[in-house]
């Protein structure tokens, strides 16, 4: 493939993936409010459009024109930079994932995924590590007392869960043998028996799939590990400061994150884009992209699921599960999927 | 020659030494720490450049990620203020002018001495994750379990240190912690 094609397939690629992520979280928010209202025996948004469908739009151009108010007393370079480290590497993280196989276009193979790197699930991890300083930084710009421990919160809680989050991830590796998502995604092809699928969580990884769930849902300060932004406690924890599209982007931010779990809990544990293919040729061609679709709405629905359904944990709760419970059962997990592997 | 992986390279060690500069140059401890991050990720660019993919995803999520919250952690829970500028210690100017000078005359000395060999191509030293493995876990698996061993020494006296001797009444002790948090 020549280098300018090249380019060009990355180029357009990347704007497809980054418009349909940035859809995706915009509805994954309608989604949220229209689910949880029928949880609770509301309606959700029903006035913008049919089903309240383009209440997206009319949030979006609500946050690009509400005055965006910088307080006096924060500490401005950081204070305007928090919310940009925050949206930035939760949406570069999905430049790793991978779609599909690849697709045939005029004789050259295009693979579904802006770019193969043989380590993507550490890029994956380093990016939301790095996320974890908008949320730290944000909080503690902002010169307020319920925004720095907000951010002291989030910064404690997401560095003591991403370690679960790794090792939880560590079993999936040992099957795999590779970093490439790709990789991992190809390990999980055929199935048991002829009908029962060879995705890791059927494969013994339920264990690495719980602790990867677990820390992931505290990674993305969603209920019930949602202390940083604890509405009874603080005010609205590291984001009090902020208005207009900066609040927007922290919101992005948080949505996009949800996405990229769902993607990895997707890749890693559920087989990706493998499902049963059927039908004519185009339909073969798009089925596995539906197939990673549907998987990650299920996802996105459980989240939303236990958002309506779990209350908050406490402080000293949220630690002692993390410390005391998940980690040793990560390490478990780890040690017992070596000896099986070995064996 | 200079191609596109040069310039990056000498890029990325741009960006290293400048954020080491304005590690020292800045007078708030938050923006050093952050100076810091930005090494640790130019630091990651370098080792990606040269090959090493596993170590820069590493060094980004163990130094970047996770020792540099500890740090921009420690700093927002003490709420660390400007730092105060003294003339610099005597013992600085005793021991350290010499020492950087010794230093970088040693440095100098030792790259005049290898000038003649010949460079390792990018790429060409061992770094993909299995082999690191294999050097870890199997031909310094000695040397690798005793660091960890003397890191885990550290970590407990640093506790045993920290830790106050237990008190078992309620009343003095808890005032005094909460007269701390307040001034």
């Known amino acids: 493939m020549p280098i300018w094609l090249y380019i060009l397939a990355s180029v357009i690629k990347s704007a497809i993936v980054l418009v349909v992520l940035l859809t995706a979280v915009a509805y994954t928010v309608w989604l949220e409010r229209k689910v949880v209202g029928h949880m609770q025996n509301r309606w959700g ?27 006096p007393h924060v500490y401005k370079p950081l204070y305007i930079a928090a919310p940009l480290i925050a949206v930035i590497f939760a949406l570069t993280s999905i430049s790793m994932i991978p779609f599909g196989n690849s697709v045939t276009i005029a004789g050259y193979s295009i693979p579904l995924q802006i770019t193969d790197v043989n380590t993507g699930l550490l890029v994956i991890l380093g990016m939301t590590s790095i996320g974890v300083y908008g949320v730290a930084l944000a909080g ?55 009908f029962i699928p060879r995705w890791n969580i059927f494969t013994g990884q339920f264990i690495g799939f719980f602790c990867y769930l677990m820390a992931a849902y505290a990674e993305t300060n969603r209920i019930p590990f949602d202390l940083p932004e604890a509405e009874t406690e603080l005010v609205a924890g590291y984001h009090t400061e902020y208005s207009a599209m900066k609040f927007a982007m922290f919101f992005m931010a948080e949505y996009a994150n949800m996405i990229t779990v769902a993607c990895l809990a997707t890749l890693l544990f559920f087989g990706g884009w493998n499902g049963p293919l059927f039908g004519p040729a185009i339909l073969q061609a798009i089925l596995p992209v539906f197939w990673f679709g549907a998987k990650i709405f299920a996802f996105l629905f459980l989240y939303i699921w236990v958002r309506g359904t779990l209350p908050r944990f406490r402080y000293d709760q949220l630690m002692a599960f993390g410390w005391k419970f998940l980690l040793p059962l990560s390490l478990v997990n780890v040690i017992a999927t070596a000896i099986a592997v070995a064996w | 020659m200079l191609s596109v992986h040069l310039i990056l390279f000498l890029a990325f060690g741009a960006v290293a030494v400048a954020g080491a500069i304005n590690l020292l140059a800045q007078t708030h401890p938050i923006n050093s720490a952050l100076s810091l991050i930005a090494v640790m990720a130019a630091l990651a660019g370098e080792y990606l450049l040269l090959g090493a993919e596993f170590l820069a995803a590493v060094q980004v999520i163990v130094y970047a990620g996770a020792i540099m919250v500890l740090f921009v952690f420690t700093i927002m829970l003490l709420n660390a203020g400007v730092e105060e500028r003294t003339k610099g210690s005597r013992v600085a100017i005793i021991f350290g002018i010499p020492g950087v000078l010794i230093g970088s005359v040693l440095l100098g000395w030792v790259m ?44 407990m006296g640093a506790v045993v240190l920290a830790s106050k001797p237990p008190t078992t009444s309620v009343g003095p002790a808890t005032l005094t912690a909460e007269q701390k948090v307040n001034t």
């Open chain 1, 45 to 71: 948004p029903t006035r913008v459009g049919p089903f309240g469908l383009l209440q997206p739009l009319a949030d979006g151009a609500k946050f690009l024109f509400k005055e965006d108010l910088t307080p």
């Open chain 1, 140 to 194: 503690w710009s902002s010169n307020n007392k319920y925004s720095l421990l907000g951010g002291l919160r989030a910064s404690a809680q997401m560095v003591s869960y991403e370690i679960s989050l790794g090792l939880s991830l560590v079993g999936v590796l040992i099957m795999a043998g590779s970093f490439s998502l790709r990789d991992i995604v190809n390990s999980q092809g055929g199935h048991f028996w002829g």
């Open chain 2, 112 to 155: 005049l001495r290898h000038s003649g060999t010949e460079a390792v191509a990018a790429g060409a030293l061992p770094g993909a994750p299995g082999v690191i493995g294999q050097l870890l876990f199997h031909e310094f698996l000695l040397p690798f379990e005793i660091t960890s061993i003397l890191i885990l020494i550290a970590i």
